[in-house]
């Protein structure tokens, strides 16, 4: 909104050689209203809007955020001059198998690119890949709905009722609703390898062999560099942060004050997974190592022919699966018997889940695989008996959501109907804070809500909301703003 005063704009960049920040900060005065936006270098990045009393009071806010990057080593640059940083892409080679026989597919589904993501709950199978498509699947391979992410899909996480996508964008987006919205935007120099989710908290392993911890209001908590580069597995619980890189598999405290074990493995760790009582790392010296979160001792040991990409376990850890670099699928005993080792007849497995006798693969050549892991079947798969796999295609009318970023792409309405929650914008000094309107919910408490869509005062209708025990709540369902 312009007020008719001289507009100012101010640019920034702070690029560190060797892989550190490589990041923008612009803002912009229009009289009273002060616009922030910062983020990766080439990225549209975050904005925030702040409104001021008097012209005086936004130019003098301004000067003094201007200062503050400036002793942080931010500089005046050009926009454009300087290429955005490339992100890694795993780079994963996938030799034809060497079992003897092949896995009983029962249907596979091509994504049409190199597939990491996966999450499989009651109701659907999601799948993500690097072209930031990310599509949901019922369990017998009908095609539900499709997701249009700005870049790769590095990862896809639950936790609890929300399922989110890590991106090579930088960002984390919230796939609960009909429409995704970027729910986080790590930090420029964070190269994300995987991340997990825990009561809204975001811990993320980079190539760096880092890791690092967001709160719910996007802000920066703790991080910590591990003993070796390459970290792709991180899982959390709520007794501790379990990191796997190229030198093991490190414990620690939620608050990040203390490291609570360190166990290093037979290779470094290219895949995590974890249960109640222990993780499951997948190393490139051909094994799976489970190791007690109490103690990081390590219990088991699951021996393969060759790299592990990935591994999973059925509840419990009653078996432990795992795929190689040679497009071999494992079972083993949970003592580390091997029970079977079959072909997965497309590519090797990037990650994995299980569930349901049914393992659920998304593999190199951008397939989901859904494999018939029952005891019958795979006794008749190891005789050369399988199932014709049924190829899934996509509906050529599907639409595809592309995520949320400006107010304006919310559904507006009028009226709460009833049932719903009210929550309201609130400028909390320098920040825009969402806290509930509606009775019998605690008004202090932040609303963890997408940050493109915040304005001053609106007002905003949501589905449900979730009491954190970080003291905050989550939304639950749509968000449609109130006029």
Same mark, same amino acid.
């Not at 997701?147 to 796939?175: E, H, N, Q, R, T």
């Not at 580390?336 to 072909?343: A, V």
């Given at each position: 909104?312009?007020?008719?005063?001289?507009?100012?704009?101010?640019?920034?960049?702070?690029?560190?050689?060797?892989?550190?920040?490589?990041?923008?900060?612009?803002?912009?005065?229009?009289?009273?209203?002060?616009?922030?936006?910062?983020?990766?270098?080439?990225?549209?990045?975050?904005?925030?809007?702040?409104?001021?009393?008097?012209?005086?009071?936004?130019?003098?806010?301004? @000067?003094?955020?201007?200062?503050?990057?400036?002793?942080?080593?931010?500089?005046?640059?050009?926009?454009?001059?300087?290429?955005?940083?490339?992100?890694?892409?795993?780079?994963?080679?996938?030799?034809?198998?060497?079992?003897?026989?092949?896995?009983?597919?029962?249907?596979?589904?091509?994504?049409?690119?190199?597939?990491?993501?996966?999450?499989?709950?009651?109701?659907?199978?999601?799948?993500?890949?690097?072209?930031?498509?990310?599509?949901?699947?019922?369990?017998?391979?009908?095609?539900?709905?499709?997701?249009?992410?700005?870049?790769?899909?590095?990862?896809?996480?639950?936790?609890?009722?929300?399922?989110?996508?890590?991106?090579?964008?930088?960002?984390?987006?919230?796939?609960?609703?009909?429409?995704?919205?970027?729910?986080?935007?790590?930090?420029?120099?964070?190269?994300?390898?995987?991340?997990?989710?825990?009561?809204?908290?975001?811990?993320?392993?980079?190539?760096?062999?880092?890791?690092?911890?967001?709160?719910?209001?996007?802000?920066?908590?703790?991080?910590?560099?591990?003993?070796?580069?390459?970290?792709?597995?991180?899982?959390?619980?709520?007794?501790?942060?379990?990191?796997?890189?190229?030198?093991?598999?490190?414990?620690?405290?939620?608050?990040?004050?203390?490291?609570?074990?360190?166990?290093?493995?037979?290779?470094?760790?290219?895949?995590?997974?974890?249960? *109640?009582?222990?993780?499951?790392?997948?190393?490139?010296?051909?094994?799976?190592?489970?190791?007690?979160?109490?103690?990081?001792?390590?219990?088991?040991?699951?021996?393969?022919?060759?790299?592990?990409?990935?591994?999973?376990?059925?509840?419990?850890?009653?078996?432990?699966?795992?795929?190689?670099?040679?497009?071999?699928?494992?079972?083993?005993?949970?003592?580390?018997?091997?029970?079977?080792?079959? =072909?997965?007849?497309? =590519?090797?497995?990037?990650?994995?889940?299980?569930?349901? *006798?049914?393992?659920?693969?998304?593999?190199?050549?951008?397939?989901?695989?859904?494999?018939?892991?029952?005891?019958? @079947?795979?006794?008749?798969?190891?005789? =050369?008996?399988?199932?014709?796999?049924?190829?899934?295609?996509?509906?050529?009318?599907?639409?595809?959501?592309?995520?949320?970023?400006?107010?304006?792409?919310?559904?507006?309405?009028?009226?709460?109907?009833?049932?719903?929650?009210?929550?309201?914008?609130?400028?909390?000094?320098?920040?825009?804070?969402?806290?509930?309107?509606?009775?019998?919910?605690?008004?202090?408490?932040?609303?963890?809500?997408?940050?493109?869509?915040?304005?001053? =005062?609106?007002?905003?209708?949501?589905?449900?909301?979730?009491?954190?025990?970080?003291?905050?709540?989550?939304?639950?369902?749509?968000?449609?703003?109130?006029?």
């Amino acid at each position: 909104m312009s007020t008719g005063c001289t507009v100012s704009t101010t640019y920034m960049e702070l690029s560190q050689e060797g892989g550190g920040a490589h990041k923008f900060y612009e803002i912009v005065v229009d009289g009273v209203v002060v616009t922030v936006r910062y983020g990766r270098i080439g990225a549209a990045g975050q904005t925030q809007v702040t409104t001021f009393a008097t012209p005086e009071k936004a130019r003098a806010a301004a @000067a003094k955020k201007v200062g503050e990057k400036v002793r942080k080593g931010y500089a005046p640059a050009v926009r454009g001059q300087r290429a955005p940083r490339s992100v890694t892409r795993r780079q994963v080679t996938s030799a034809p198998s060497t079992a003897r026989a092949v896995a009983p597919v029962l249907w596979r589904f091509g994504t049409g690119s190199a597939a990491f993501g996966i999450h499989v709950d009651d109701e659907r199978c999601w799948v993500g890949n690097e072209a930031g498509d990310v599509y949901t699947l019922d369990h017998d391979g009908g095609v539900l709905a499709r997701f249009s992410l700005p870049d790769g899909v590095k990862c896809l996480v639950a936790d609890d009722f929300w399922i989110y996508a890590g991106c090579d964008d930088g960002k984390v987006y919230d796939l609960s609703s009909k429409l995704p919205f970027a729910a986080y935007d790590i930090a420029a120099d964070v190269d994300i390898f995987w991340l997990d989710i825990h009561e809204g908290i975001l811990n993320v392993s980079d190539r760096d062999g880092r890791l690092t911890v967001i709160d719910h209001e996007d802000e920066h908590q703790w991080a910590r560099r591990s003993q070796g580069e390459h970290a792709w597995m991180i899982r959390v619980d709520d007794r501790a942060v379990y990191h796997g890189h190229y030198r093991g598999v490190t414990a620690y405290a939620p608050d990040g004050n203390s490291e609570l074990w360190h166990t290093p493995t037979r290779g470094g760790v290219l895949f995590g997974w974890q249960e *109640e009582k222990a993780v499951y790392a997948g190393t490139t010296h051909r094994v799976v190592q489970r190791l007690s979160k109490a103690t990081g001792a390590i219990e088991a040991t699951y021996t393969c022919d060759s790299a592990v990409y990935s591994c999973a376990t059925s509840p419990g850890g009653r078996f432990v699966f795992a795929g190689d670099a040679a497009s071999s699928v494992y079972c083993f005993d949970l003592d580390g018997t091997r029970l079977w080792k079959l =072909g997965t007849g497309g =590519g090797s497995a990037l990650s994995m889940q299980y569930r349901d *006798e049914r393992l659920y693969l998304v593999t190199t050549d951008g397939s989901l695989v859904c494999v018939d892991a029952s005891e019958a @079947a795979i006794s008749a798969a190891q005789q =050369g008996t399988v199932p014709v796999a049924r190829d899934v295609k996509l509906a050529a009318a599907l639409p595809a959501y592309a995520p949320a970023t400006a107010a304006g792409a919310v559904t507006t309405i009028t009226q709460a109907p009833a049932g719903t929650i009210i929550v309201e914008c609130v400028q909390d000094g320098g920040r825009l804070r969402v806290h509930v309107v509606s009775e019998g919910y605690n008004p202090t408490w932040n609303v963890q809500f997408p940050r493109t869509i915040r304005e001053p =005062g609106a007002r905003y209708v949501v589905d449900a909301l979730h009491a954190a025990a970080g003291g905050f709540y989550r939304v639950r369902g749509d968000i449609q703003r109130l006029l």
